[in-house]
Nanobody
């Protein structure tokens, strides 16, 4: 069974940076495409970025505008999300998700890590 655990969330000031991690276990990490999705308080799920199983292909939501970078280290079974120039509207629960197919609604989800951007 695919098991995903996010970490790295916390409180950060506007304009700051944060790097989230998502560690996978109990499956072949380099077999799955990975995504990051967030949910702001009182709002629906919002897709952020996706990366293919090999890491060669990356896709981002239009609103990311270069502030966010997704990466993965298959040797460490870990997915990353590096966020810069954070804004209060980036406050949300951030989830990583996995699927054996590329560019599809992910099947497996982590429990999320909370990011709060506030002064």
């Amino acid at each position: 069974e695919v098991h995903l655990v996010e970490s790295g969330g916390g409180l950060v000031q506007p304009g700051g940076s944060l790097k989230l991690s998502c560690e996978g276990s109990a499956f072949a990490f380099d077999d799955v495409a990975m995504s990051w999705v967030r949910q702001a308080p009182g709002k629906g799920l919002e897709w952020i970025a996706a990366i293919s199983s090999s890491g060669i292909n990356e896709r981002y939501a239009d609103w990311v505008k270069g502030r966010i970078t997704v990466s993965r280290d298959n040797a460490k079974n870990t997915l990353y999300l590096e966020m810069n120039s954070l804004k209060p509207e980036d406050t949300a629960m951030y989830y990583c998700a996995a699927d054996y197919q590329w560019w599809t609604l992910p099947t497996y989800w982590g429990q999320g890590t909370r990011v709060t951007v506030s002064s």
